[in-house]
């Protein structure tokens, strides 16, 4: 569910991480909240402030740049099923959308030395995954090429597609072809292949 979340535009943030002040019962005066916005900004961390429950303070929290705000203002406590429908009903999101996953592990030629095994690795890795953001309908791809002595396969490619048109089409797209022929098919003796619906 959260990955479904992420591909629709939401930010997931930890809440209550930290020393507890979150709170805007604590925080009460402007001059600590707009200190604690700015640090965090500084840090580079998220902020998120609980337990808004005016409009006056929506609008203060929005004013010194707060990046999150959560409360009573916008919806009280809700079971994990209201939640959903809810986003369904309000916002037109989160709706039942069928992804696939389509994996693949790879074996390399046996005549390759461990060095040439490590180029063609970093090579596999560094070619598939620059396809992100090239071919429509590809929303994660990630290549693991480290694995633990107990595997009996070298590079794993673990991919996300909109729908399976998306996966065709990815198949026979010009710059997939070029990394495959290029990179991978030269040099690996094995392949296996797992596509399915998330």
């Known amino acids: 569910m959260a990955m479904r979340l992420k591909m629709n535009g939401f930010t997931l943030l930890m809440d209550d991480f930290g020393s507890g002040y979150s709170s805007l019962n604590v925080l009460l005066e402007k001059l600590i909240l707009e200190h604690t916005v700015s640090m965090s900004q500084e840090l580079g961390l998220g902020l998120l402030a609980e337990g808004a429950e005016t409009q006056e303070q929506v609008a203060l929290l929005d004013q010194i740049g707060c990046d999150h705000v959560q409360g009573y203002y916008f919806a009280k406590p809700m079971p994990q099923d209201e939640f959903f429908e809810l986003l369904k009903k309000d916002r037109g999101i989160l709706e039942e959308k069928v992804m696939v996953k389509h994996v693949i592990l790879w074996q390399l030629n046996d005549e ?19 396809l992100k953001g090239k071919i429509p309908g590809l929303t994660d791809i990630k290549v693991e090429a480290a694995p633990l ?4 396969a070298d590079v794993m490619l673990d991919s996300t597609f909109e729908n399976e048109e998306a996966l065709k089409n990815y198949a026979v797209h010009p710059e997939h072809v070029a990394v495959a022929d290029g990179k991978v098919r030269p040099y690996t003796k094995s392949r296996v292949c797992m596509d399915f619906e998330i």
Do not use: D, P, W, Y
């Open 112 to 130: 390759l030395s461990n060095e040439e095994k490590n180029e063609v690795k970093a090579g596999i890795k560094t070619g598939l995954e620059s």
């Open 149 to 152: 002595a107990s595997s009996n």
